[in-house]
Nanobody, 127 residues
Framework: QVQLAESGGGLVQAGDSLRLSCVAS????????LAWFRQAPGKEREFVATISRDRGRTSYADSVKGRFDISSDNAKNTVYLQMNSLKPEDTAVYYC????????????????????WGQGTQVTVSS
């Protein structure tokens, strides 16, 4: 069973950058596909970005494409979300998620496919 712990959130101004980190423990990191989701107040949790198990494929929500970048460091059991040109509408709690899969190259944007979740980290972007 993998445990996930996010960090790096905070309060920033529009146009600023932040890098979120998610450290995994208790499992074999390289056997999981990873993703970031977010949930704004009063809204459903939504997909942000994902990286395949072999770390060769990524996918992004249209709302963050070109501004956010997901990456991972298998040696550190860590997945990152680099967020640039932040907007007030990016304000949300950001969650790291892991998906156990035997397929090394697939990506999923579906929340229900992810069985492991972190506690979340708050990102607030002021205008």
């Amino acid at each position: 069973q993998v445990q996930l712990a996010e960090s790096g959130g905070g309060l920033v101004q529009a146009g600023d950058s932040l890098r979120l980190s998610c450290v995994a423990s208790g499992g074999t990191f390289r056997t999981y596909a990873l993703a970031w989701f977010r949930q704004a107040p009063g809204k459903e949790r939504e997909f942000v970005a994902t990286i395949s198990r072999d770390r060769g494929r990524t996918s992004y929500a249209d709302s963050v494409k070109g501004r956010f970048d997901i990456s991972s460091d298998n040696a550190k059991n860590t997945v990152y979300l680099q967020m640039n040109s932040l907007k007030p509408e990016d304000t949300a709690v950001y969650y790291c998620a892991a998906r156990a899969t035997t397929w090394s190259f697939t990506v999923s944007t579906t929340r229900g496919d992810y069985g492991y979740w972190g506690q979340g980290t708050q990102v607030t972007v002021s205008s």
